[in-house]
């Protein structure tokens, strides 16, 4: 069973940045493709951000341009810098970890912007 420990979050004013990591254990295949997702109260989990096994990127329309994800190979992490955080960027941040059948999930770190 792979784990997933997310951290970084915290409390940040709006404009700010916090970077979030997520390490994997025990180790897994770089063939993973890995992700954040997000779930604010009341709402659905969405996407976030993605980095295949290639190191391809994909983002949500709301973060392009601000958020960036990267993985380490070698660190078995990914991360998510964000920038230019926004109230509406507080929810509960869930890294993610897909391959083939396998999908695994962190237990989730909070960030809160306030205004």
């Known amino acids: 069973q792979v784990q997933l420990v997310e951290s970084g979050g915290g409390l940040v004013q709006a404009g700010g940045s916090l970077r979030l990591s997520c390490a994997a254990s025990?180790?897994?295949?770089?063939?993973?493709?890995m992700g954040w997702y997000r779930q604010a109260p009341g709402k659905q989990r969405e996407l976030v951000a993605t980095i295949t096994s290639g190191g391809s990127t994909n983002y949500a329309d709301s973060v392009k341009g601000r958020f960036t994800i990267s993985r380490d190979n070698a660190k078995n992490t990914v991360y998510l810098q964000m920038n230019g955080l926004k109230p509406e960027d507080t929810a509960v941040y869930y890294c993610n970890a897909r391959f083939s059948v396998f999908n695994f999930w962190g237990q989730g770190t909070q960030v809160t912007v306030s205004s």
């Open positions: 025990p180790s897994i295949s770089r063939l993973y493709a």
